[in-house]
């Protein structure tokens, strides 16, 4: 329709009733959205006013009405579900802040009671009592805390019992203090043991720490009784993990004893863990009886093997390599030998007791039944220059197994890299095979003199004169490491020493120069031995035991050997074909029987091994008789 005259002449239709009813719903929320707003306001504007007016009863001292309300805003927040909690994050904030301000003060009074010997005043024993749950809470929590530093040692009985009697009778802490004052004497007493459970805790020695705190839960009951309960559990958690890791180490290093000893106790703390009943079964099932041995302890030396036949006795200096030196498959043989007679590898150090420094003694040397003890020696390990191409190895070094390998070069000329090129790797891979051969996972014992290199490897600025003088007499090129490089040799020379040490080795020294000790001065062994603490030593770690050079050994009265004792070498070796060891003061003597082409020739060891079975077919100088 059009307009005239400017006017619209069309018919204004009524509004629906489903468009009055659309409008009357958002009229409804909009007035309920005001009121909620409102509402929401006024109450923010209330709690706003809540906290000020809680510390002016505060100060006015009417701890009634600061109490309730507490109560009332606590009792607020309670009603409240959990999926709700969020329209009440306001008077969580306002409760909260009433806390701090109350246990603010709370802290105050109590630091000035235990540091000043404050008696409570009138006004402060109104405020720890009259606000009932809010300081009774926190009275009793620092009693319960007093208690275990009583327990620990860094508070003393007196300190404790004043506090006691300044707070013990109030109303909100009486139910707790008044028992907790009656254990005083009795957690007194039991200060000792806690105190130790807790520093072999502290030191990671868990097994012990776990003893100690059954033990102690045996004996106690209340106060001392829960504590112990908890640190129990809270170390269960701390040890599981790396015991059984350590465990696992010990089993995989034919360690069977140490992890039976082990996963027994194990057994006792977790008695329903499967885990360690699995691994406790796998180690008793490599263990027999142990029963004391009173017989000759054999111990047998090797020098670093020939690992080429071919370049070892077809060169200049083949004579004396052929003399001084046993081939690889001689001494896989010696090993099978030995090991079908019933020897079992031993630590020297299972046949001593050295725990106090001025003097040593024996102890029983317990071995499988039916074993027969022996320590195995593998001397020198340093690869000197004069070595090379004698067809014996020049160094250390890990395979691609991350396992301890002899490198060397062949007869063509040819780098090789091989476990069964040196002494360490085969009689790992022999124990592996037969770790029966191995008492406890010992392998042997590897005695290391300064002298060039250890392992091959120049580990110091003052072997570099000596390598290079030894490299010209074999008209080889010198050698003129960088400091860097020679870091690098350290620690390349550190990991194989705790390679060694994870799988059952132990070190021992051969002097750092490998001199004739015997015929030194006393200024030569200082000077010497000197070196060898300073270079060696930190890569070895401590060692005491010595492994004289040629078995040219000092006398133990001697002032010379007095001086190693004092430096802590208390186990020596020397030389002689028969097995033999004594005990002297503050040291243990053995001979060790030397294994090489012209002991195999020339030295009685029927008792060990057939020699005829024994010897390299290879050899030029062949076996008589």
């Not at 250890?454 to 960088?482: C, K």
Request: aromatic share 10%; with cysteine; glycine share 6%.
């Amino acid at each position: 329709m059009t307009a005239d005259f400017g006017i619209d002449k069309r018919i204004e239709r009524p509004l629906t009733r489903e468009k009055r009813t659309v409008i009357t719903i958002c009229l409804i929320i909009l007035v309920l959205y005001s009121a909620v707003l409102g509402m929401i306001y006024n109450n923010n504007t209330r709690l706003s006013g809540v906290l000020s007016t809680f510390k002016e009863a505060l100060e006015d001292r009417d701890y009634n009405r600061a109490l309730e309300m507490y109560r009332d805003i606590h009792a607020k927040i309670v009603e409240v579900p959990p999926e709700k909690l969020s329209s009440v994050e306001k008077e969580k904030q306002i409760l909260l802040s009433m806390e701090s301000i109350v246990d603010e003060r709370v802290r105050s009074i109590e630091e000035r009671i235990r540091n000043n010997r404050y008696q409570p005043g009138n006004d402060d024993r109104a405020f720890l009592e009259q606000m009932k749950e809010m300081t009774g809470a926190s009275l009793t929590n620092w009693l319960n805390d007093l208690a275990e530093e009583f327990l620990l040692g860094t508070v003393e009985k007196p300190t404790l019992q004043y506090i006691f009697d300044q707070i013990g009778d109030y109303s909100n802490v009486e139910a707790f203090a008044s028992p907790l004052r009656k254990e005083i004497d009795s957690i007194e007493i039991a200060r000792g043991d806690i105190q130790e459970a807790e520093r072999l805790f502290e030191e990671n020695d868990y097994i012990p720490a776990a003893i100690k705190f059954e033990y102690i839960l045996g004996v106690s009951d209340g106060f001392v009784y829960s504590y112990a309960n908890r640190r129990l559990s809270e170390l269960k958690n701390v040890m599981y993990e790396p015991i059984m890791e350590q465990c696992d180490d010990l089993l995989a290093n034919f360690r069977y004893y140490s992890a039976e000893k082990i996963l027994s106790d194990m057994a006792r703390i977790f008695p329903d863990d499967q885990k360690v009943q699995a691994k406790l079964l796998d180690a008793t099932s490599n263990t027999v009886l142990v029963e004391n041995y009173f017989g000759q302890i054999e111990v047998i030396c090797v020098k670093p093997l020939i690992a080429d036949t071919g370049v070892a006795f077809s060169t200049g200096g083949g004579s004396t390599t052929e003399s001084f030196y046993l081939t690889t498959e001689e001494f896989k043989r010696i090993l099978q030998a030995l090991y079908e007679k019933d020897y079992i590898l031993i630590d020297p150090h299972s046949m001593v007791d050295m725990t106090n420094d001025t003097f040593l003694l024996d102890k029983a040397l317990l071995v499988p039944k039916g074993k027969k003890p022996l320590v195995i020696i593998v001397e020198n390990v340093n690869y000197s220059a004069y070595q090379y191409g004698k067809g014996l190895c020049s160094r250390l070094v890990f395979n691609d197994q991350e396992q301890i390998c002899g490198e060397y070069l062949n007869e063509s000329g040819q780098k090789v890299v091989s476990r069964t090129a040196e002494a360490i790797g085969i009689l790992d891979s022999f124990v592996e095979a037969n770790p029966d051969f191995s008492f406890n996972g010992t392998k042997g014992i590897i005695s290391l003199s300064g002298y060039e290199t250890v392992f091959g490897y120049i580990t110091d600025p003052d072997q570099i004169d000596d390598r290079n003088e030894a490299l010209a007499a074999m008209a080889l090129p010198a050698e003129e490491p960088s400091e860097e490089d020679i870091e690098l040799n350290r620690q390349k020379v550190i990991e194989i020493v705790e390679k060694l040490k994870d799988t059952g080795w132990v070190f021992a020294s051969s002097t750092y120069g490998y001199i004739n000790a015997d015929d030194s001065t006393m200024e030569v062994i200082r000077n010497d031995t000197g070196k060898w603490l300073d270079q060696v030593a930190p890569l070895t770690g401590e060692v005491d035991m010595l492994v004289y050079p040629n078995g040219n050994f000092i006398k133990g009265s001697d002032s010379r050997c007095v001086y190693l004792k004092n430096l802590g070498f208390r186990i020596f070796f020397g030389v002689g074909p028969y097995p033999y060891y004594t005990f002297g003061d503050n040291y243990m003597y053995m001979d060790r029987a030397m294994m090489n082409g012209d002991t195999l020739r020339n030295a009685n060891y029927s008792r060990l091994f057939d020699v005829n079975t024994i010897y390299d077919e290879t050899r030029k100088n062949k076996l008589t008789g």
